[in-house]
């Protein structure tokens, strides 16, 4: 089946740096991803669908310059949370739709800014 | 706005229940309802229902949509501990690549 591999698992950082988290298709290739945050004992919320070889979408509230979207490749999208504050530190998700399968989810990145 | 509600939002049964999540959409131009179970990591993918009224089933879990009422249930059967987790019920329109997704049912099944 499809298979989306998400990097890295868990990441501490330090406030005012940058975290970039990776998302991948490992057998298929996927035109859209898509990125979620979601806080403790809450849904998933949309924040951006990464379209490869153009501009992410940002979902209406979501600081596009905050967090940055590279979709290079029909297999890899990249978050970068720049300038990371405590505020930040939340668990998110990538999903890539498939047309085989639907939507799969890369496994998850905690983040925690410290 | 698209929206997703799902009820209840937490449960608490005994191994042996039988449970009924539910999940209310209202969107526009809808293309797929999906089931998602979520324990301490992302996502995993249950059903995805298109057409009214053809239950899909796996092992203990089954899954039917109304598209006339614009719901659909989630059953589980003698629910085991490894039930344990929240249930995500998400909606995908035509002509759009994105999902909505619901609040999730938090189900904890006692031993």
């Known amino acids: 089946g499809a298979v989306v591999s998400q990097h890295p698992s868990r990441v501490i950082c330090k406030s005012g740096t940058s975290v970039k988290i990776e998302c991948r298709s490992l057998?298929?290739?996927?035109?859209?991803m898509f990125w979620y945050r979601q806080f403790p004992k809450q849904s998933l919320m949309l924040m951006a669908t990464?379209?490869?070889?153009?501009?992410?979408?940002?979902e209406q509230g979501v600081e596009k310059d905050k967090f940055l979207i590279n979709h290079a490749s029909l297999t890899l999208s990249t978050l970068t949370v720049t300038s990371a504050h405590p505020e930040d530190s939340s668990f998110y998700i990538c999903?890539?739709?498939?047309?085989?399968?639907?939507?799969?989810f890369g496994s998850g990145t905690r983040l925690t800014v410290v | 706005e698209d929206k997703v509600v799902q009820s209840p939002l937490s449960l608490v049964v005994h191994e042996g229940d039988t449970v009924t999540l539910n999940c209310s959409y209202e969107v526009t131009n809808f293309r797929s309802l999906l089931w998602y179970k979520q324990e301490k990591k992302a996502p995993t993918f249950l059903f995805m229902l298109?057409?009214?009224?053809i239950e899909k089933k796996s092992g203990r879990l089954s899954s039917i949509l109304d598209k006339k009422e614009l719901f659909s249930i989630l059953n589980i059967t003698a629910t085991q501990t490894g039930d344990s987790a929240v249930y995500l019920c998400a909606v995908g329109s035509i002509g759009g690549n994105k999902l909505v997704f619901g609040a999730g049912t938090i189900l904890r099944v006692k031993s």
């Open positions: 057998d298929f290739q996927a035109t859209t």
């Open positions: 999903s890539a739709r498939d047309n085989r399968v639907g939507y799969t």
């Open positions: 298109t057409s009214s009224g």
């Open positions: 990464s379209n490869e070889g153009s501009k992410a979408t940002y």
